[in-house]
Antibody, heavy 116, light 107 residues
Framework: QVQLQESGPGLVKPSGTLSLTCAVS?????????WSWVRQSPGKGLEWIGE???????NYNPSLKSRITISVDKSRNQFSLRLSSVTAADTAVYYC?????????WGQGTLVTVSS | DIQMTQSPSTLSASVGDRVTITCRAS??????LAWYQQKPGKAPKLLIY???SLESGVPSRFSGSGSGTEFTLTISSLQPDDFATYYC?????????FGPGTKVDIK
């Protein structure tokens, strides 16, 4: 069965860039699914960040669109998130997830703290 | 954006109780609604998709109903493992949005 695993720095400085990768195992990222990033912070609950298809097509949340880039690496069976110009408001647990009939499966999540 | 609301925000119940959580969308989302269960420190788990379809492996005491703007998640007989927070989420249109959650705790 498909499993997802997030990785990346747990601490990012204000105004810096958050970079995370989601490794897909047990299945191909080139399957007929969209692959998403979702974050969860105490102040804003669950927030959908954006998604990518294996072709490279993307959809982003307009609230973050100017700051995010989601990319796919089919050779490594993974996809990535970059969020620029971060502030304390971007502190959250970041999840990757596959969108089928709903979001499933999810990665275990990684806490990213924005602090100097 | 489509706004999702849930009621109640917190629900105190006992094992064996029938529990109902309501989710409302700010505009029609047809049946493009999912329900998730989340426990502390864990990722959300998909329970219901397309408003009323039970995800494989999810106990049959969970059920979903509704369409348009009003939806419900029902747990027919609450079990100890069910104490958690429940979220609804629409995937009718971008950006996908989640409800604020309903925490089910022990009475």
């Amino acid at each position: 069965q498909v499993q997802l695993q997030e990785s990346g720095p747990g601490l990012v400085k204000p105004s810096g860039t958050l970079s995370l990768t989601c490794a897909v195992s047990g299945g191909s990222i080139s399957s007929s699914n969209w692959w998403s990033w979702v974050r969860q912070s105490p102040g804003k609950g669950l927030e959908w960040i954006g998604e990518i298809y294996h072709s490279g097509s993307t959809n982003y949340n307009p609230s973050l669109k100017s700051r995010i880039t989601i990319s796919v690496d089919k050779s490594r069976n993974q996809f990535s998130l970059r969020l620029s110009s971060v502030t304390a408001a971007d502190t959250a647990v970041y999840y990757c997830a596959r969108l089928g009939a709903g979001f499933d499966p999810w990665g275990q999540g990684t806490l990213v703290t924005v602090s100097s | 954006d489509i706004q999702m609301t849930q009621s109640p925000s917190t629900l105190s119940a006992s094992v064996g109780d029938r529990v109902t959580i309501t989710c409302r969308a700010s505009q029609s989302i047809s049946s493009w609604l999912a329900w998730y269960q989340q426990k502390p420190g864990k990722a959300p788990k998909l329970l219901i998709y397309k408003a009323s379809s039970l995800e494989s492996g999810v106990p049959s005491r969970f059920s979903g109903s509704g369409s348009g703007t009003e939806f419900t998640l029902t747990i027919s007989s609450l079990q100890p493992d069910d104490f958690a927070t429940y979220y609804c989420q629409q995937y009718n249109s971008y950006p996908f949005t989640f409800g604020p959650g309903t925490k089910v705790d022990i009475k």
